[in-house]
Every structure is written in structure tokens, then in C-alpha cells.
Nanobody, 118 residues
């Protein structure tokens, strides 16, 4: 069964860094584009970053561009989100998403909490 498991969330001070990981299983990881979404209290879920199946293309929300980096290691079935210079507005539950090129299949992780607080 397809599964995505996030890890690496936690409490960090403003200006600090975290690296989130998402491990996939039960599907052909290298055939899926991967994304990170987040949902902050009182806000809708938003796309943070995405990466193509091969890792050749990346995209970022304007709010995180220059601070966050998405990457993947297909042999490890893992996608990462390196988050630098975190601010309070980055506080949210971060979700990992996988989608195939035809959008026939889509999988979600259960999320990991990131809290940025002084």
C-alpha cells in the first residue's frame, strides 16, 4: 500500500533551520512528482515547493523562494525540504504529496508540525 511518512519537524527559533524528510513506499517513487504543502492555523493549505520525477525541475512559492530548497534521492525513495532563515509565518503542519504524471494517483502523508517561535 502506498505510504508517505514525514519526519524532521519540530520547534525552532526565528532565523533557524530545519530539514524535513518524506519517505515513500508502496509505489514507484521515481515516477512521481513530489511536493511539500503546508497549512497554518486559520489558513488554507498552500503549495510550498515541488520537484519533478527526475529532479530536473523545481518550483517554489514566492514566500519561501531563496530560503527553502526541495530535493530528492530516488534510490532512497525520499524527498527533502531544507528550510533556512525560518520566520514565524512558516509555522504550519507540513505535508508531503506524491502525484503521477497523469494525475491518476495521488498520495499524502499525515504531516509534521513545524513551529517557529522565540
Amino acid at each position: 500500500q502506498a505510504q508517505l511518512v514525514e519526519s524532521g519537524g519540530g520547534l525552532v527559533q526565528p532565523g533557524g533551520s530545519l530539514r524535513l524528510s518524506c519517505a515513500g513506499s508502496g509505489f514507484t517513487f521515481s515516477n512521481y512528482a513530489m511536493s511539500w504543502y503546508r497549512q497554518a492555523p486559520g489558513k488554507t493549505r498552500e503549495l510550498v515547493a515541488g520537484i519533478s520525477a527526475t529532479g530536473s525541475s523545481r518550483n517554489y512559492a514566492d514566500s519561501v523562494k531563496g530560503r527553502f530548497t526541495i530535493s530528492r534521492e530516488n534510490p532512497k525513495n525520499t524527498v527533502y525540504l531544507q528550510m533556512n532563515n525560518l520566520n514565524i509565518d512558516d509555522t504550519a503542519v507540513y505535508y508531503c504529496n506524491a502525484v503521477d504524471r497523469y494525475r491518476w494517483n495521488e498520495f499524502w502523508g499525515q504531516g509534521t508540525q513545524v513551529t517557529v517561535s522565540a
